[in-house]
């Protein structure tokens, strides 16, 4: 997915100081979202939790977009047209509807609810994202990972992957990045990350073991989710720090809930985000853009009917690497 602000701002992004463990776990921080259109005449609407001033990362995790239900008759649904990547991985899981994926690898691959497809952009990559005719209600997440300074500018590449549901006491899991309640995803990453789908059936409390290294973050799509005691509220991401060894996880409604739990070790780099691109600075952000402005480096995304999404203006303002955040 796009970023689609007609002026994103660059966004020095990295892993707060005192994200490690210490004798008892910190409390839950809770994020909330806010409301980004994706374009178009009606404009289909994301919530956007990742990153915020309050949080730019958890684990190599560097961006989430979580959208719908959407009645894609209300609103035409998803229909983003060529764009560019670099420096990161998308990951791309359906609740509901599908998309239709090509990019400029020559991959031509539908997202539906259930399979996870992670594009690696590293170099550079382009892509369109289009939800098909037979979607009545468009609903999942986007979400991002950064790529380690060694392997931003990897080969881009494309992979697809149905992890197989995981029944618990109370609960489902579907992992499809990392590994979780005893199965592991073949999905290859750069750094390691927890990426999972968990369905609690009403009133149910489960406990997963975690890995005390990572940070995590309980992303609610639905029902009235307590993350390690803290309530979270529909697309609100709780962010857990590093130092608990499981995870406890209670569904408070009368129906069933359910969530994206992420999680990682602390990223240990700082990274500059602006539109489409992870780099790691300013110059990077530029001679990114002007590669996709004169058709250099990002390949071509054939099978789209339309244009290519043009880049967003510079800020004026060049964003500098700093100390660690906090």
């Known amino acids: 997915m796009s970023n689609t602000e007609t002026m994103p701002a660059e966004t020095l992004c990295g892993s707060p100081a005192g994200t490690a463990g210490a004798d008892a776990p910190a409390p839950v921080e809770v994020l909330t979202p806010r409301d980004v259109p994706l374009g178009g005449p009606r404009a289909m609407t994301v919530r956007r939790t990742l990153p915020q001033r309050a949080r730019t990362l958890i684990g190599a995790w560097c961006f989430a977009d979580h959208y719908g239900p959407d009645d894609v008759s209300r609103t035409g649904g998803m229909d983003v047209a060529p764009h560019p990547h670099t420096g990161l991985q998308t990951v791309s899981w359906l609740f ?47 979400l991002w990972v950064a790529l380690p300074a060694e392997h931003r500018d990897t080969a881009p590449a494309f992979q697809h992957h149905v992890p197989e549901p995981v029944p618990l006491d109370g609960a489902v899991v579907r992992v499809f990045l990392g590994s979780l309640a005893g199965t592991v995803s073949p999905v290859r990453t750069f750094t390691p990350l927890l990426g999972a789908e968990v369905t609690l059936e009403p009133h149910a409390t489960i406990t997963l073991a975690a890995d005390p290294g990572f940070e995590h973050g309980v992303l609610v799509d639905q029902g009235e989710v307590h993350a390690a005691g803290t309530l979270l509220h529909p697309a609100e991401l709780g962010y857990l720090p590093t130092g608990r060894d499981t995870l406890t996880l209670t569904n408070g409604s009368a ?9 990682g070790p602390p990223f240990g780099e700082e990274i500059i985000m602006w539109w489409n691109f992870v780099c790691r600075s300013h110059e990077e952000v530029v001679q990114a853009r002007e590669d996709w402005m004169n058709g250099v480096r990002f390949g071509e995304v ?25």
Do not use: C, W
């Open 255 to 263: 129906g069933p809930a359910r969530l994206v739990l992420l999680g």
């Open 96 to 142: 509901s509807g599908e998309i239709e994926h090509r990019d400029s690898v020559g991959s031509h691959a539908f997202v539906r609810p259930g399979e996870v497809n992670l594009m690696t952009g590293g170099h550079g990559i382009s892509h369109s994202e289009v939800s098909t005719p037979s979607t009545t209600v468009l609903h999942g997440v986007q």
């Open 302 to 326: 054939r099978g789209y009917d339309g244009a290519p999404l043009p880049a967003p203006k510079l800020p004026e303002v060049a964003l500098k690497p700093r100390g660690r955040l906090r």
